[in-house]
């Protein structure tokens, strides 16, 4: 038998069946998936900062792929270690431009961001952090974005509560400088204004945490000196550390703190040990605001935990880069431009914006750690 000669109809048929595959697929490629890094510290005694930063991200990401934010473009999260290093952040702004990643949220720490932009900016890939605060990159024309206000204002707020409230005329200064580019420039600011209301600077410790075996020397020393109080940049396993020092040797003493130790970690780790400690910083963690209350309640759903700072500034971040990527019509090369010149956002903690160069413009707060909760003091704009 010989094969059936295709009719003229059946060749239209097939015809219009091939054009509408072509048309499926071609519409099927439409629908992009978007990298999206984030950049932090996911192990180790910092990793309070990172795994909460990395969860406020994705949650954003999610939350904007579940309403089609920009049609046809899906966001994936890519996470990379930077080991808080600056070596090790070099490595992962590496690796996430080789995954083709458009923006990066991070990096965490400030003693990581320079290394990081500089990497980054190799590769024309913005950083949006959620909570580098160093006045070192402050006011400068680059690829670098926050949502934090740099700490040099919390700092100098802080000394003003501790003089005018407090009552304080002699204080000892322990700041981390393995953290060097968000301690040095925050114990700076704060001594300065400390010392120009007239008060007296005792002692002046800088530390390294990651080689200190013991608080011992330190609260002993602090002992015999009695000032009024102490004030500490630390993380919160080292502030819980030290506190605990502080009890066992019967030593109470208020201490004033920068935001750095001021993670969910506190409370579990350090609990009534810090009670009492007084914090200047750019986060009210029991703000009222119906989004933040919200967030709060989507997180914990999503996640099974409350969220700290580190996840709202992060949440908020990712938020930008949305709105960024929407101002610029999904295309990443324009996403640097759009970013300059977004409107205010609303923002889960309070409405936020950003300057000229990527710095943001919002308020911040004194807030008192209970032992239990973190409480607000003052707002100060």
């Known amino acids: 038998m010989y094969p059936c000669p295709l009719s003229q109809g059946m060749i239209t048929h097939t015809r219009l ?7 499926l697929l071609q519409a099927c490629s439409d629908n992009s998936e978007v990298a999206v890094g984030f950049l932090g510290p996911l192990e180790g005694k910092y990793s ?18 579940a ?22 952040a ?35 890939l913005p ?13 400068k024309k680059d690829l670098f974005f926050r949502v934090l206000s740099e700490n040099s204002q919390w700092a100098r707020a802080l000394a003003r509560y501790g003089m005018e409230k407090g009552g304080l005329r002699t204080v000892a200064v322990i700041a981390d400088m393995d953290n060097d580019a968000y301690s040095g420039p925050y114990r700076d600011a704060f001594r300065s204004e400390f010392v120009r209301l007239g008060g007296i ?19 002993a020393e602090i002992e015999r000196l009695a000032p009024d109080a102490v004030f500490v940049s630390l993380s919160s396993r080292d502030a819980s550390n030290l506190a605990k020092t502080f009890v066992s040797r019967s030593l109470k003493l208020p201490v004033y703190s920068a935001m750095w130790a001021a993670t969910r970690e506190l409370v579990v780790d350090c609990g009534q040990a810090c009670g009492g400690w007084i914090f200047g910083m ?42 960024g990527m929407l101002k610029a019509e999904g295309d990443p090369k324009g996403l640097p431009d759009a970013m300059e010149t977004l409107p205010e956002l609303p923002g889960v903690i309070a409405p936020f914006r950003l300057d000229e160069f990527g710095d943001v413009v919002r308020d911040h707060y004194i807030i008192e750690f209970t032992g239990r909760e973190f409480r607000t003091h003052e707002t100060i704009r």
């Open 17 to 23: 069946a091939l054009l509408f595959l072509c048309l």
């Open 48 to 65: 309070d900062l990172g795994v909460q930063g990395r969860n406020g991200a994705q949650l954003a990401l999610e939350e904007a792929n």
């Open 67 to 88: 309403r089609e934010l920009i049609p046809g473009m899906t966001f994936r999260l890519v996470p990379e270690d930077d080991l808080n290093t600056p070596d090790g």
């Open 90 to 124: 070099r490595q992962a702004v590496d690796r996430l431009a080789a995954a083709k990643a458009v923006a990066v949220i991070g990096p965490m720490t400030s003693g990581v961001a320079t290394a990081a932009l500089e990497q980054a900016s190799g590769h024309r």
């Open 127 to 139: 950083l949006i952090s959620p909570t580098v605060s160093t006045p070192l990159l402050t006011g």
């Open 201 to 219: 600077l005792l002692k002046d410790w800088e530390i390294r945490s990651l080689s200190l075996k013991s608080w011992e020397p330190i609260a």
């Open 282 to 323: 750019g986060y009210s963690e029991d703000n009222t605001r119906p989004e933040h209350l919200s967030f709060q309640q989507r997180y914990r759903q999503r996640f099974g935990y409350a969220s700290n700072f580190a996840a709202a500034l992060s949440y908020e971040a990712t938020q930008a880069f949305l709105q």
